[in-house]
């Protein structure tokens, strides 16, 4: 029986295939290749926000609802702050930070500043429900005036305070509040920005569908994921067989394995039949994915013998495509997690340590050439063997960028009401070391973790993932915003 997979659809021309030159990861702009599966929309999500100073007129007539207001005191951040000027510069740079993110931004453009335009305020975001608040407090004897809203809203909150517009100790409440991120200080765009980013990436999780391939079903099952409320449908794994078994290894498929063998810097003791039978393999993961309309997938692949997925578990990931291997909710979690908040495709792995050097190693068989995101240049791979079972089945040996920042990062899904747990580690990349001497599986990464006395103190259990890039903030500032726990060193 042959199953239709789309196959002009998936790759219909000479010039596509060009498009596949040195990594086999996103088609040229303008081809009608669909290497990957069909992205599902989604909708942005809605941050309602708004400024809190009085205007100067007001301080001036002794109108500002303070207890300086008898004074006309301006208190700080003092009469040179110019607040309205630094309201038209905070839009600015806010509306620059969320290019690209899947952000609607409805923040008001007067500054409240009474207790009725509060309540007002506290009674528009209950009734619109807004997915995040983003708050600009720029005057010290408001920050009293900010705890109503803070008592009236359960969901995550931005509260950017300059420095200066505060008096001594910051507000505790602001520091220690849950869901709240903090920011005071000059000018911090950079954590402004990780802030929005953990809007963009928990209201893009909440709208994904995850797909499970289990050796363990008989029959399709629903789920829920609780933490992100997030559905997971399950498959048996024949489904999935019977899917590859029924794409032929025609001329499309022969010059797709053709192009991914041509790009790599070494092939070792790789048979054609087992290029072809990683295309096919691909070409199912695709297949599967657009049936059940899925945004990331996660399979029963150890024992799929010449059906092992590996190499399209590289080529997704590289493109935003999460993809988990072993049917590990938690490993393809993590992995969804830092497509939606890096915008970069991660390492699935095993641990291992270095005791004698202290440096902690990652070694598996799915990693994405496109460590930096698509569209970004490809880090040099050789084509090898799985390692641990035959037949010989294609997988990348990549290189990665010796002396980059990378970050090590494991989501832990628990059920209420029990609070989910996330690692976040910060560290460097020493090497890619060659096998042998080292064991493991097909890609190898080495890495010093920052300021960690022991490397295996950071155990996060069976296969974190590895970024390549400094993340471990923009993990903390998420954890923060929706009350995760959290282990670091960020």
């Not at 998936?10 to 069909?38: D, E, I, M």
């Not at 630094?86 to 839009?91: P, T, V």
């Not at 657009?290 to 590289?318: V, W």
């Not at 950071?458 to 282990?487: E, M, N, S, W």
Request: hydrophobic share 40%; net charge negative; aromatic share 10%.
């Amino acid at each position: 029986m042959r199953h239709d997979w789309n196959r002009r659809s998936f790759l219909k021309s000479a010039a596509a295939l060009a498009a596949l030159s040195l990594c086999p990861q996103v088609p040229a702009a303008g081809t009608s290749a669909n290497l990957f599966p069909v992205p599902r929309q989604k909708a942005p999500a809605r941050i309602r926000g708004a400024f809190f100073y009085p205007p100067a007129e007001v301080v001036l007539a002794g109108r500002c609802e303070d207890s300086w207001s008898k004074h006309q005191w301006f208190t700080w951040p003092g009469n040179q702050f110019k607040p309205e000027e630094q309201q038209g510069r905070f839009m600015e740079r806010v509306q620059g930070l969320c290019q690209g993110l899947d952000l609607a931004l409805i923040l008001d453009a007067a500054p409240l500043y009474t207790d009725a335009a509060i309540e007002a305020f506290i009674a528009d975001i209950q009734q619109s429900k807004p997915d995040a608040l983003l708050l600009f407090n720029f005057w010290n004897s408001f920050s009293a005036k900010l705890n109503p809203i803070l008592d009236a809203y359960e969901g995550p909150i931005i509260l950017y305070h300059p420095l200066g517009a505060s008096h001594q100790l910051p507000p505790a409440r602001f520091r220690t509040e849950k869901r709240l991120q903090y920011i005071h200080s000059i000018e911090h765009w950079d954590a402004l920005e990780r802030g929005l980013r953990a809007v963009h990436g928990m209201t893009r999780m909440r709208q994904s569908r995850l797909l499970r391939v289990s050796g363990r079903l008989d029959a399709e099952a629903d789920d829920r994921e609780p933490f992100f409320d997030m559905p997971v449908h399950g498959v048996p794994t024949e489904h999935f067989n019977d899917i590859f078994d029924g794409i032929e290894a025609d001329a499309t498929l022969k010059n797709i394995a053709g192009m991914i063998r041509a790009a790599a810097t070494q092939v070792s003791d790789l048979s054609d039949g087992a290029f072809i039978d990683a295309v096919r393999a691909h070409a199912a993961v695709v297949a599967i994915m657009d049936r059940h309309e899925a945004d990331a997938i996660t399979i029963d692949c150890l024992f799929l013998k010449h059906r092992k997925p590996c190499l399209s578990f590289s080529m997704n990931n590289g493109a935003l495509v999460p993809c988990g291997c072993e049917n590990d909710l938690n490993a393809t979690l993590t992995l969804m997690l830092g497509a939606n908040l890096f915008g970069r495709g991660g390492f699935q792995h095993n641990p291992e340590y270095d005791t004698e050097e202290n440096l902690y190693f990652a070694s598996h068989c799915t990693c994405a050439t496109r460590l930096h995101g698509p569209g970004q240049e490809p880090a040099p791979y050789a084509l090898r063997p799985f390692f641990h079972q035959l037949p010989k089945t294609v997988a990348f040996d990549v290189q990665w960028p010796a002396g980059e920042p990378v970050t090590l990062c494991k989501f832990h899904s628990n059920r209420p009401p029990e609070t989910p747990l996330l690692d976040a580690w910060a560290g460097e990349l020493v090497s890619s070391p060659a096998s042998p001497p080292t064991g493991g599986c097909a890609t190898r990464a080495l890495v010093r973790l920052n300021g960690v006395d022991d490397v295996c103190s950071t155990y996060p259990g069976p296969h974190p993932v590895l970024f390549c890039g400094d993340f471990a903030k923009q993990l903390k500032t998420f954890a923060q915003l929706y009350d995760l726990r959290i282990r670091s060193n960020a």
